[in-house]
């Protein structure tokens, strides 16, 4: 059986957060919220994880996605394959024994900074196609909006699931002003 419980802005002075902006781009990004997750394996085995609440806002479109540290740190590892520069990116340390508050907060302040930077680095070349004021080789002078749509396709791991879905319904979740 599964239970999740909401654990609210982890630290008082992350809830008047603003959200992390990728300059020139309409895309924000911001973690201030996680869920608990607790699952009874068996009568004798408790497990339970945190499920970071990504929130996103790319050019007014909003929608939160839930991932655990360990999802993150393997696409980190899967897009380092792919992406030498992010090899340069610091991962934030894994610690399996530590649930304290100040830890959660420290690890999910890294991890928005980390995201922020993986967003930077893996869609790379290709951003400056939906930036505002910047004009694309052989393209009119009419710049192209970045969607939730277009974001999706070049970072797949920002595609919200179902459950995701299901969480923002459940939590009652309101969008962040940016």
């Given amino acids: ?18 959200a992390s902006s990728i300059p020139n781009t309409g895309i924000y990004i911001k973690i201030n919220k996680a869920l608990l997750i607790s699952k009874r394996q068996n009568i004798f085995l408790n497990e339970e994880y945190y499920k970071y609440a990504i929130e996103m806002k790319v050019n007014g479109e909003y929608w939160v996605i839930f991932r655990r540290f ?33 830890f959660q907060i420290e690890r999910q302040q890294k991890l928005e900074a980390y995201l922020k930077n993986y967003i930077q680095i893996v869609l790379g070349e290709t951003i400056f196609l939906y930036m505002p004021h910047v004009k694309a080789p052989g393209q009119s002078d009419q710049t192209i909006k970045l969607t939730k749509s277009h974001f999706c396709d070049k ?24």
């Fill in 70 to 102: 360990s999802e993150i740190r393997e696409e980190h590892e899967r897009m380092c394959k792919n992406c030498p520069n992010l090899r340069k990116e610091p991962f934030p340390p894994r610690s399996p024994f530590t649930k304290t508050d100040s």
């Fill in 155 to 178: 970072l797949n791991f920002f595609q919200e699931t179902t459950e995701d879905k299901l969480n923002v319904q459940k939590l009652g979740w309101k969008s962040f002003d940016v």
């Fill in 1 to 18: 059986m599964e239970h999740m419980h909401l654990v609210v802005n982890l630290a008082n002075e992350s809830s008047n957060r603003q």
